[in-house]
């Protein structure tokens, strides 16, 4: 485990791996970038909170990606208890009779090998529940 | 003066496609120069000079252009608003106007786009032999394609399906058959980078670009321009009869920014500025989307036909799938929609797109769009999107005068 680098910072690992945001404490608009201030309210006081890892599939689309022999990828829209996060629909089938609108899905870490170092990125996505 | 009507006094687009043997700089000539021509004026007339080239917006095309077709002094206006940058640089030369700097301008947007593939950068993180994280996300490695896409294909595909999800009836043949409409319409444009008439069969068939997209329902990257002369009402009475009749009434020029809302930059929202532009342009113009002859919207993808339907107030809300399956933007419907064949095979060269559909509209209510002529047209509305995001909506009128 300790040889593991989050994809993106906004990924917490470790036993429960889950998203972390930047709450506006002010209106409680959430974020997942680094913040120079609100957008919503223009307020420069943000929380860290922890998001769901339980959602809905509000949006999906599956791309051909343009390398012969690569698979396809379903990028999403996942409401995640209320907060929208994008992330790509992983462990299924990439078409549209395993991927549908409003399915249930979960957070689950999806590996991007490992750098010189030996440390492995470890990105997330989301698997479908059942 | 702040409150009087703007005119079109000329307008022109030339063929989008290919043109492998004219640079960005002969096609904004080309364009620029009929568009003088066709208002019947010259360089020497403009006050402002407003010009977009999206791909080369740091080289400064209004100058290069002025070096070509008319050194005159006038302040140039270089402007980069994303696939809006054709209404934003019209929009320009009408705040100028309106300002009351000057009373003629030249709006100009110009693209050579014809084999980039597709557009839409994903983040930018510099190759590294360890894991360093960088940027706004803390990303140690390009996020397209595992974290979601920015790549305009995947991100329009979304947004239709996101309203699918809103508001149910959608399906991957509903819009194959909103580009059927399109590809139908390019074969009266004989500007059209693509003329096929396409069967929905065939459109489903072609190669998925990014579900429910196929290629033909993909905007075609194309190379192309098209300007605009903008004059003022009091400047226009003291022109000739035949410049009066032929000029088209400004009735709304409206540009907006996405506003906050939840999710908006997770997936960007096209709603939410497009329905804000829209409703100001109808209360400036005093016009509802009722008394459209017809309308150019920002069809970059079959799937963003679909909500701007919705988000232009052409049908009620949440009812884009009823008001498309009635026939509503067909041809001989009661709001035509992209009777120019639409972005999808007219194409789609970025700067240019803003200007081109305006010219569109213009051609209609001038009634000069010969065999695709809406019949007694005397309102449209052309409306474009960029993403980041920017709306530009312009209300057009014909001439009284």
Request: net charge negative.
């Amino acid at each position: 485990m300790s040889n593991q680098i989050p994809l993106v910072e906004y990924l917490v690992l470790g036993d429960a791996p889950h998203l972390v945001a930047n709450e506006c404490t002010a209106c409680g608009a959430r974020y997942f970038d680094r913040r120079n201030a609100c957008a919503s309210c223009f307020g420069t006081s943000f929380a860290s909170v922890d998001i769901a890892t339980e959602g809905e599939v509000r949006a999906f689309t599956i791309v051909t990606p343009w390398m012969p022999g690569t698979a396809p990828y379903v990028p999403a829209v996942v409401d995640c208890g209320g907060t929208s996060v994008r992330g790509n629909v992983v462990n299924t089938t990439p078409d549209a009779e395993h991927i549908t609108l409003g399915m249930k899905v979960r957070l689950t870490t999806v590996p991007f090998g490992a750098d010189t170092a030996g440390t492995e990125a470890i990105g997330y996505g989301f698997e479908p529940i059942n | 003066m702040a409150n009087e009507d703007l005119w079109i006094l000329g307008i022109n687009m030339t063929k989008f496609g290919k043109h492998p043997d004219k640079d960005v700089v002969d096609l904004a000539a080309e364009a620029a120069m009929a568009a003088l021509a066709d208002g019947g004026v010259t360089m020497a007339d403009m006050g402002v000079l407003a010009a977009g080239n999206l791909m080369g917006a740091a080289a400064g095309v209004g100058q290069q252009l002025q070096k070509q077709i008319g050194q005159t002094g006038i302040p140039v206006f270089n402007v980069a608003n994303a696939c809006a940058t054709g209404a934003t640089a019209i929009r320009t030369v009408i705040m100028a106007i309106k300002a009351g700097e000057c009373e003629m301008g030249l709006a100009v947007g110009v693209e050579k786009l014809s084999g980039a593939g597709m557009l839409g950068a994903g983040m930018g993180v510099a190759a590294s032999d360890t894991w360093t994280p960088s940027g706004r996300f803390g990303a140690v490695s390009s996020l397209e394609g595992k974290t979601g896409t920015d790549m305009m294909p995947g991100v329009f595909a979304q947004v239709g399906m996101e309203y699918g999800h809103k508001y149910g009836g959608t399906s991957f043949e509903l819009f194959a058959r909103i580009s059927e409409k399109n590809h139908r319409n390019s074969t009266l444009n004989p500007l059209a980078a693509i003329q096929k008439d396409m069967s929905l069969e065939q459109i489903m068939n072609e190669p998925m670009i990014a579900y429910p997209n196929t290629r033909a329902m993909c905007s075609a990257n194309s190379d192309g321009a098209a300007a605009a002369v903008i004059v003022s009402g009091e400047k226009l009475r003291t022109l000739s009869a035949e410049q009066q009749k032929r000029a088209v009434k400004i009735s709304a020029s409206v540009l907006t920014s996405d506003p906050y809302e939840e999710g908006c930059q997770i997936l960007p929202n096209v709603n939410t500025l497009t329905r804000m532009a829209a409703k100001q342009a109808y209360e400036l113009a005093g016009i509802g989307p009722e008394d459209l002859d017809l309308v150019e919207l920002h069809d970059c993808f079959a799937t963003a036909e679909l909500v701007h339907y919705d988000n232009l107030m052409l049908c009620p809300e949440g009812g884009a799938v009823d008001f498309f399956n009635s026939g509503a933007t067909w041809r001989d419907g009661s709001t035509p929609v992209n009777v120019s064949g639409g972005l999808e095979s007219k194409g789609h060269p970025i700067a240019a797109t803003g200007i081109a559909n305006i010219w569109e509209i213009c051609h209609h209510l001038r009634g000069e769009a010969g065999p695709r002529q809406i019949e007694g047209a005397k309102v449209g509305l052309a409306h474009v999107i960029g993403l980041g995001s920017a709306c530009g909506v312009h209300i057009l009128e014909k001439s009284g005068l």
